[in-house]
């Protein structure tokens, strides 16, 4: 069973920095794609951040409202995937879902966290 736990999320004014980490279970991050998305009150779920698994040479894709303020990484000896947000502003106020697909020939299989909050005040 796939369990994925996020935490970091919380407060924070205009400018300041927060990590979100992710934690796996049952899944091995540095095998699969990876990624966070974010989901604001009365809008779409969208792609944050991605990183393709080893064997995709661990490719990053960042969404261009975040390009050079997010960073996201994995630790693989533990098995987190994390997520360094700089610079916040208030329109990155959203809930942060964990994600990663687990590829297969015949069909991807999709894993989520339960979301952490993030509010960024102005």
């Known amino acids: 069973q796939v369990q994925l736990v996020e935490s970091g999320g919380g407060l924070v004014q205009a400018g300041g920095s927060l990590r979100l980490s992710c934690a796996a279970s049952?899944?091995?991050?540095?095998?699969?794609?990876g990624g966070w998305y974010r989901q604001a009150p009365g809008k779409q779920r969208e792609l944050v951040a991605s990183?393709?698994?080893?064997?995709?040479?661990?490719?990053?894709n960042y969404a261009e409202s975040v390009k050079g303020r997010f960073t996201i990484s994995r630790d693989n000896a533990k098995n987190t995937m994390n997520l360094q947000m700089n610079s916040l502003k208030p329109e990155d106020t959203a809930v942060y879902y964990c994600h990663v697909r687990r590829a297969s020939p015949t069909y991807d299989y999709d894993y989520w966290g339960q979301g952490t909050q993030v509010t960024v005040s102005s």
């Open positions: 990183i393709s698994g080893v064997s995709g040479g661990g490719i990053t």
């Open positions: 049952g899944i091995i991050f540095s095998f699969n794609t």
